[in-house]
């Protein structure tokens, strides 16, 4: 399918058959776009008779701090390595504002929210995280990639008790030498302890996404598809 705009955002859409039942809006890493993770969706395919809907939107570009100021596709603005320090807050509210719109678009498709997951690689996942905790309606599940929960007060006082018990599939590489493993642990434990459901993998890998973690999120999938 070709790119196509959608609220300012620009996407890339995989369906893997007919009619898809299950939607699933992907946000890529800090520098990358949205056809970061098309590659995947074979791998991540039910099969034509468990139809899926993939969009991959393209984050705005905007200068990153941590990159010299170079202008770049990103979510919000990175200060430092201190993921938990001086959070870009608007920019993180102006993307979860972008990919709730998406939300609403999908729903106007006729897919039900329930029906709708967030997913996302390293600033993409936090993006991910932050918007479906908030979210008014209860969405079907969130995939966080190498990644963290940014902003967690604002996150504990705004959360939709609609996804209080929403399913979180969580995975870090040991070896990130990106985010750190022991930010991914964290905010796992901050989740944990607010009582969400959090399905968590580690594998030895750096900042990336391996075969055996694709296979670990199709089964998160297709758990999803027949709930």
């Given amino acids: 399918m070709q790119d196509q705009t959608a609220n300012a955002l620009t996407v890339v859409e995989k369906e893997t058959g007919a009619d898809p039942q299950l939607s699933i809006i992907w946000m890529h890493g800090l520098g990358a ?11 991540l395919s039910l099969g034509p008779d468990r139809p899926l809907r993939f969009i991959f ?5 905007r200068p990153v701090t941590i990159n010299g100021g170079m202008v770049m596709p990103a ?18 509210r102006e993307s979860a504002a972008a990919i709730d719109r998406l939300v609403g678009q ?3 498709r006729g897919v039900p929210a329930h029906r709708i997951l967030l997913a996302g690689f390293s600033q993409g996942g936090a993006v991910a995280l932050f918007s479906a905790l908030r ?6 599940g969130v995939i966080a990639l190498s990644t963290y929960l940014p902003a967690k007060a ?17 995975a870090h590489g040991q070896f990130d030498n990106v985010l750190p493993f022991t930010l991914g642990e964290q905010s796992r434990d901050w ?3 607010t009582g969400y459901p959090v399905e968590w993998k580690s594998y030895p890998m750096e900042h990336s996404v391996i075969p055996r973690e694709l296979a670990d999120i199709r089964g998160f999938l297709s758990a999803r598809f027949d709930a």
Avoid at 84 to 90: G, K, L
Avoid at 135 to 140: D, N, S
């Fill in 154 to 170: 604002q996150v504990d006082t705004e959360a939709s008790e609609a996804n209080r018990h929403i399913p979180i599939f969580m």
């Fill in 75 to 92: 979510w919000f603005d990175v200060h430092g390595i201190d993921m938990e320090s001086r959070v870009d807050e608007a920019g993180v």
């Fill in 191 to 193: 989740l944990t302890k």
């Fill in 135 to 140: 979210y008014p309606q209860a969405l079907g």
């Fill in 33 to 43: 776009d949205a056809n970061d993770f098309v590659p995947a969706v074979p791998a």
């Fill in 57 to 61: 939107p393209n984050a705005p570009l």
């Fill in 106 to 108: 999908e729903i106007d």
